[in-house]
């Protein structure tokens, strides 16, 4: 049971490039979830989605966006890549969106904007 | 709206010494709370989570915490360290967005926890 997949584990990328960072989960999950996770601080919610074909914002949107064609997948696209977009980006999923419930995370994208 | 302060952003101890990593929390409604663990270039994994049943939580690999609604707090404890407990722990909170149907986590700023031999 692999749970959630990112990939790449690694990337630098070129200021002005773009790329998609990939996530996938096999537990059938329905919320799906991006977080950037910063030097010395706490993950902060970048974009979700409820279900395939619903997205919607989180804290952090701006600079990135997300789509969901299927229940599997969730990726995230940066399209003009900025210094500031230098982190390590974790997807996640859940059952529901219950407060309850708990979020499964991948091992992380830490990506380096040059 | 809700926040969460975790008191130390660095914890050291000895092998075979007690855990203790603070959380205190603040919340307007009832929350659901968690505690997850990050291994080095690894994702979040969830130790435990406190859930308004019993106060006294047990998780995984011997961790517990209890939630104390007077104190606000969330306090995860470990009666022995292990060196493979060298992690960073972060404490998280959720509860309902303004719609009411949707559970948003809020992530403290995360406890580094050395544990020395």
């Known amino acids: 049971n692999a749970g959630v997949t990112q990939t790449p584990k690694f990337r630098i990328l070129k200021i002005g490039q773009s790329m998609t960072l990939q996530c996938t989960q096999d537990?059938?999950?329905?919320?799906m979830y991006w977080y950037r996770q910063d030097p010395g601080m706490g993950l902060k919610l970048i974009y979700y989605?409820?279900?395939?074909?619903?997205?919607d914002k989180g804290e952090v949107p701006n600079g990135y966006n997300v789509s969901r064609s299927t229940t599997e997948d969730f990726p995230l696209r940066l399209e003009l890549a900025a210094p500031s977009q230098t982190s390590v980006y974790f997807c996640?999923?859940?059952?529901?969106?219950?407060?309850?419930?708990?979020?499964?995370f991948g091992d992380g994208t830490r990506l380096s904007i040059l | 709206a809700q926040s969460v302060t975790q008191l130390d952003s660095h914890v050291s101890v000895s092998e075979g010494t007690p855990v203790l990593l603070r959380c205190n929390y603040s919340?307007?409604?009832?929350?659901?709370l968690f505690w997850y663990v990050q291994h080095p270039n690894k994702g979040l994994q969830l130790l435990l989570k406190?859930?308004?049943?019993?106060?006294l939580v047990k998780g995984i690999n011997g961790f517990e915490a209890e939630f104390k609604k007077s104190e606000t707090s969330f306090h995860l404890t470990k009666p022995s360290a292990h060196m493979s407990d060298a992690a960073e722990y972060f404490c998280?909170?959720?509860?309902?967005?303004?719609?009411?149907?949707?559970?948003?986590?809020?992530f403290g700023k995360g406890t580094k926890l050395s544990v020395k031999p």
């Open positions: 996640a999923s859940s059952y529901s969106g219950g407060v309850s419930q708990p979020q499964h």
């Open positions: 989605s409820v279900g395939a074909g619903i997205t």
């Open positions: 998280v909170v959720s509860e309902l967005d303004d719609g009411g149907s949707q559970g948003n986590l809020i």
């Open positions: 537990m059938n999950h329905n919320y």
């Open positions: 406190y859930t308004s049943a019993a106060t």
């Open positions: 919340s307007s409604y009832s929350p659901s």
